[in-house]
């Protein structure tokens, strides 16, 4: 198992900082995030908190609580540290999600720590390589939709694939415009938010639209309901799931087995759960693909560094942090990505 691999690695905390990060965003919104630093033996493991509540980043930083995280673990004794730590000492998040979030901070800082003070990096911990990272840009149309910023985009780099948001406003013609540029490699429901910006309620004819005018696309987070559910009979190979799966139980638990999934490591909380949801995935022949969350620091290079050693080859929403700005300028680095050439811990070195 892989979580075996790791799990021993000693651990020293001496102490901990927190670093709020703001920027704004192609889609419209100003993401903010904190960046976990913890301390020990000379070295800095780092993570990030990827909330999206900005309120919940604003409080921790005002915050005159402090996190009892010092001291000397293996990594799965730290886990098991935090267990017993509120994360949350001000207010309760909004969304039960912002717990896992939290806690992959911290977790993903510590795995971090740990192996740069063992002197290692993850690949050469569990026994694998870095190779190079496929991606698709994510990104949304604007309003109304035209499938003007993706023409946009190809015109700069014809190569992009792209991972997309559909709305009820997408018609036949917006549909038919995109499907014929053969760059669309992931379109996302948004049917399994709630209570989001983001929320996209199920449309049984935008469903039909995407279902039949992207025969070879693959469909994320489908609302499956007794008018939906009958469109996806055939084309169950093709949907992939992202906003429900935050371990193993919640794999057995969807509709049926998929054929695709969605890793986001915050999702999980905890590293052992991430590695045993990959562990369950490669037995049970489950191809995966990393996903992003606007992250502003490390943590877009952690997903970059498990997408290399796990997924290289998937439609990965983990384009470089430069196309997700409101005005992307410049040379853009190209899909695929290079590995590291000096990794170090859970850095993209």
Not at 59 to 73: E, I, Q, W
Not at 123 to 152: H, I, K, Q, W
């Amino acid at each position: 198992m892989l979580y075996d691999r790791v799990a021993d690695l000693d651990l020293t905390v001496d102490d901990y900082e927190l670093a709020q990060r703001e920027r704004d965003t192609s889609s419209g919104f100003t993401r903010t995030t904190t960046v976990v630093s913890l301390h020990g033996d000379g070295e800095t493991g780092r993570g990030e908190d990827v909330i999206y509540d900005n309120d919940a980043h604003y409080a921790l930083r005002d915050s005159t609580a402090t996190f009892p995280v010092a001291g000397d673990y293996t990594l799965d004794s730290f886990s098991e540290r935090l267990d017993g730590i509120d994360l949350f000492p001000a207010d309760e998040p909004d969304q039960p999600t912002a717990r896992d979030y939290r806690r992959w901070a911290f977790e993903s800082a510590a795995l971090d720590l740990a192996l740069k003070q063992a002197g290692t990096d993850l690949a050469e911990r569990l026994d694998r390589s870095y190779d190079p990272v496929r991606f698709v840009v994510s990104t949304r149309l604007a309003e109304p939709p035209t499938g003007e910023r993706v023409a946009d985009w190809l015109d700069r780099y014809p190569a992009l694939e792209f991972k997309l948001d559909p709305t009820s406003d997408w018609s036949a013609d917006i549909v038919e415009r995109l499907a014929a540029t053969d760059a669309v490699r992931i379109l996302d429901l948004k049917g399994q938010y709630h209570g989001t910006m983001v929320d996209q309620p199920p449309d049984p004819d935008l469903y039909e639209r995407i279902i039949q005018g992207f025969p070879e696309t693959l469909i994320e987070d489908p609302a499956l309901t007794d008018e939906t559910r009958e469109l996806f009979a055939g084309h169950e190979a093709r949907v992939t799931w992202d906003y429900p799966i935050q371990g193993v139980e919640t794999v057995e638990d969807l509709p049926w087995e998929p054929d695709w999934l969605n890793i986001k490591p915050s999702r999980f909380g905890s590293v052992e759960s991430l590695l045993d949801t990959i562990d369950y995935c490669r037995e049970h022949d489950i191809r995966m693909y990393g996903g992003g969350q606007f992250e502003l620091g490390v943590g877009r290079e952690h997903i970059h560094a498990l997408a290399s050693l796990f997924y290289p080859d998937g439609p990965n929403d983990v384009a470089p942090r430069a196309y997700n700005d409101p005005e992307p300028s410049g040379d853009l680095p190209t899909s695929p990505l290079d590995p590291p050439s000096s990794p170090r811990g859970l850095e993209w070195g």
